[in-house]
């Protein structure tokens, strides 16, 4: 389920990056961006490198400015994945049993208890590579938790998972992606065109590779548009179901 995809093309982290701020949310270290007066909240659920992913803060900052407000936790507790010095990703495995998306299911409960305390009525979850488990985990029980999500470039997802999705769920992948690839994704789609009570909506990005989404280079345009274009699917989609 997880492979060089999985770590490929690292970020540069930026404990600085972004336009909001750092602070305790849930009990977690949690970039926070957007009005705090808001009562629509976007959690997005990181990749396996953590919430100091410079694109990852500013694509959060853009989610902000269309009126939400954004929680980006560091589910890792500062211990994101960090390749070996080879560039080999040998330890992954080893990381994954402390850092499960099991586990990150049981955190960001807790940030939604705390965005719900403060007012917030309508909640999406936006789940990347890793984060993706955890939104689908988040999407299996109607409204209690979230009122819809997005999944870009999922791992660690099966098709059974999505079989059990209760809120409408877009779902974004990459054409060249080893670990959720084009037709696993259409199968996926075929489940939930089944599941006749929830909206939902599978795209596939040509000549893009798993982690565009927030891993693009900005010097590589097409790879960059075809982020934006993800960018703006996501807020379209959640413009219409969290509300």
């Known amino acids: 389920m997880s492979g060089p995809q999985c770590c490929s093309h690292p970020p540069v982290l930026n404990p600085s990056s972004g336009s909001g701020h750092v602070e305790k949310f849930g009990g977690l270290d949690s970039y926070v961006t957007g009005s705090p007066h808001s009562k629509l909240a976007i959690l997005f659920l990181s990749d396996i490198f953590g919430f100091q992913a410079p694109n990852l803060r500013k694509f959060a ?4 400015a269309a009126g939400y407000f954004v929680v980006v936790p560091d589910f890792f507790y500062g211990d994101p994945f960090v390749l070996a010095d080879d560039g080999s990703f040998d330890r992954l495995p ?3 049993k402390d850092h499960s998306p099991e586990k990150g299911f049981e ?4 940030v939604i208890e705390a965005l ?4 917030v009525s309508a909640i999406g979850a936006a789940g990347f590579c890793w984060g993706a488990k955890v939104a689908v985990e ?3 029980h109607d409204h209690d938790f979230i009122h819809a999500g997005v999944l870009l470039h999922p791992a660690f997802t099966t098709v059974d998972d999505i079989k059990e999705v ?3 769920i877009a779902i974004l992948g990459a054409e060249f992606d080893h670990i959720t690839p084009p037709e696993v994704l259409k199968q996926w789609e075929e489940v939930l065109i089944a599941k006749t009570e929830i909206k939902s909506y599978v795209k596939i990005f040509p000549e893009v590779e798993h982690g565009w989404t927030t891993r693009y280079n900005v010097e590589d345009e097409k790879s960059f548009k075809s982020a934006e274009e993800a960018h703006q699917d996501l807020l379209e989609w959640f413009s219409n179901h969290v509300k």
């Open 61 to 64: 900052d853009k989610v902000a």
């Open 94 to 96: 080893v990381w994954l």
């Open 166 to 168: 209760k809120v409408p």
């Open 107 to 110: 955190d960001a409960k807790l």
């Open 116 to 119: 719900k305390s403060k007012g």
């Open 138 to 140: 988040l999407g299996k």
